[in-house]
């Protein structure tokens, strides 16, 4: 190899901003006649510009205007979420001499009464049932009122406001979530065996990778059978969507007797069009069109005809939403 | 409609920087101004989270990003750099610790002993040989130095912008950028003229 100009350094460095003024002049015209120079230059600008130039896939219009929507809805509710904390600490500061006395009060009753007491919290209500022989213990935090379980069946009422302190049952094997309702737990030797909702909407988040919502009249059992994992790819799936395929571990039984799993956690339908398909997008397309339109019927039924078509398609809970007709 | 803004001029007055005042607005608790944000960003946010990312969940970097922008907005500090420059330093910061997530992800799915492949750029239809050289060379590098080597070579910032965004001294920039270009050119070799 032949020996390089010393000063090839300084191409790097004039790029990064590194070398400026009278040097950088100085540089570039040593340039002019340094064909090592000239082409280091060119080969940092062709670097930069085969990288810039590596196609990124296709940020198709659809795909931006769903993640659009995601966003400002999501930005939404935490908003709104916020707004209502500072709203509720300044009427907690209003009435915090009260609030203390009604603490005291509450807190007196609880230990007393134990476990099987309704506990009036100020902004929750939790009736929590141990059936005989069942493991499990209770804390209030100032966030979290906490359940473990460890063995058996625990039945819980939660009546509880929006912004109120969450309320969570850790299993040996992952944690449920109520978002408040009127559900049962069970855990048979360190797994958690089955959970059912009489009322509202449970989260259920398990370490072997369960993550699902359960409504009204819907419960999970798990399987005896191994986690058969299927995971299939295509053109719009994500590697969320990857990860949430492990809950085919187990089946939602709603109340019908209608066995599903939930979208977004579902392979494609074995029969009629390919979930996340152009013609789904396009399926999809149409009822947002529509509701641009302002045609709400139209778009009602054309919400309907997707669902039928796609019972298990990406944008299901969307879709569901425009079919009911229920704002935001 | 998505309408490309030219990029900012080096070195321009702040004053000018077109995304202030809409960062100001969404600051003050105007949600109308982050879909106005996103409008203008998102698309290249898109392409810079698919280029940096080491896994295909561009998607969700750019909704966490756009999502914490809207929460830390009233702390945006305009002299310290443009709207823009600051935009991709949340990204970046979302991207660090997503990596680290994404380690346990994998860990996870490693237990669960089940051999599920991570789409890669690869099975993009449509790309070339190439696209598939740039996007393994990039893989190879470390996080700090793809992302660094992205902002400044395919973003266009500045040394100076990006060591502010990114919080290291401008020495770093600028030795992750010689280190980046040297691995690049290493693996990719210099390009054949077309
Ligand atoms: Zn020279």
Known sequence: ?328 | MIRKVPQLVRGSPIDEDPDEPVIRRLGSGDLDALGALYDRHAPALLRFARRSAPFDDAQDIVQTTFLRVSRIAARYDPARGSGRAWLYGVAAQVLRERRRSMARLTRMLARLGDAVSIPRAEDTPGQGDDAVAVDQALDRLSEAKRVTFLLVEVEGFSCEEVSNVLGVPIGTVWTRLHHARRELRAVLGEEQAK
């Open chain 1, 1 to 328: 190899m032949s020996e390089r100009c010393p000063r090839i350094w300084e191409v790097e460095a004039i790029r990064d901003g590194r070398l400026r003024g009278e040097s950088r002049l100085a540089h570039e015209r040593h340039r002019e006649s340094c064909e090592d120079c000239r082409q280091e230059a060119q080969a940092l600008a062709a670097l930069a510009e085969r990288v810039g130039r590596m196609p990124t896939g296709a940020t198709d219009d659809l795909g931006l205007r769903r993640l659009r929507q995601c966003v400002l809805e999501r930005a939404d509710a935490e908003a709104s979420g916020r707004k209502r904390h500072t709203r509720r600490r300044i009427a907690l500061l209003g009435i915090a001499a009260a609030l203390f006395a009604a603490l005291l009060i509450v807190t007196t009753a609880w230990i007393r009464n134990a476990r099987e007491a309704p506990i009036a919290r100020v902004d929750l209500v939790v009736v929590a049932t141990g059936e005989p022989g069942t493991r499990w213990t209770r804390t209030t935090e100032s966030s979290v009122e906490r359940f473990r379980l460890n063995d058996g069946v625990l039945s819980l009422r939660v009546e509880r406001p929006a912004g109120a302190r969450r309320v969570l049952v850790e299993v040996p094997d992952g944690e449920i979530e109520d978002l408040g309702t009127t559900f049962r737990v069970e855990v048979r030797g360190g797994k958690t065996a089955r959970v059912g909702v009489q009322q509202g909407i449970v989260r259920v988040r398990l370490r072997d990778g369960v993550a699902i919502d359960l409504k009204e009249g819907e419960s999970w059992t798990r399987e005896p059978a191994q986690p058969v994992l299927s995971v299939e790819h295509n053109a719009v799936s994500t590697p969320v969507e990857v990860a949430s395929a492990a809950p085919s571990v187990s089946q939602i039984h709603s109340g019908t007797g209608v066995s599903r799993v939930d979208a977004g956690t579902a392979a494609p339908a074995a029969s009629g069009p390919a979930v996340g398909s152009p013609e789904e997008d396009a399926a999809y397309l149409r009822i947002l069109e529509l509701l641009r339109a302002g045609r709400r019927d139209a778009a009602r039924e054309a919400a309907r005809v997707y669902l039928a078509a796609y019972p298990a398609g990406f944008r299901r809970a969307e879709v569901q939403r425009v079919a009911e007709d229920t704002p935001r």
